[in-house]
Nanobody
Framework: VQLQASGGGLVQPGGSLRLSCAAS????????MGWFRQVPGKEREFVAS????????NTADSVKGRFTIARDNAKNTVYLQMSGLKPEDTAVYYC??????????????????WGQGTQVTVSS
């Protein structure tokens, strides 16, 4: 499985972006998926995750109410809709697949098949 995150860019505070995570190779439809972010010098931080069906999600408190995760299994794609962006949201955003299908896990160690990430910069 290869995961490719896209959709990042430069946005002003308060703006919005939608990130996409496209899977190639084997389908992603059999596992829970997650989004993480990382800034230089810090550990990778959990952002949001979604179960196989797409009906259950888990969102970090730091982005709750501003970020929404969704998936389209027919397109092998997971999305992260981000609104109300703040400078502290600046990071490289990664998507990954949960190793055992437990969408409630928030540790990066519980995920695999990391893509190369997409840079999100929030600045005026």
């Amino acid at each position: 499985v290869q995961l490719q995150a896209s959709g990042g860019g430069l946005v002003q505070p308060g703006g919005s972006l939608r990130l996409s995570c496209a899977a190639s190779g084997r389908t992603i439809s059999l596992r829970a998926m997650g989004w993480f972010r990382q800034v230089p010098g810090k550990e990778r931080e959990f952002v949001a995750s979604i179960d196989l069906s797409g009906r259950r999600t888990n969102t970090a408190d730091s982005v709750k109410g501003r970020f929404t995760i969704a998936r389209d299994n027919a397109k092998n794609t997971v999305y992260l809709q981000m609104s109300g962006l703040k400078p502290e949201d600046t990071a490289v955003y990664y998507c990954a697949r949960n190793k055992i299908g437990n969408f409630y896990q928030t540790s990066a160690d519980d995920y695999s098949y990391w893509g190369q990430g997409t840079q999100v910069t929030v600045s005026s």
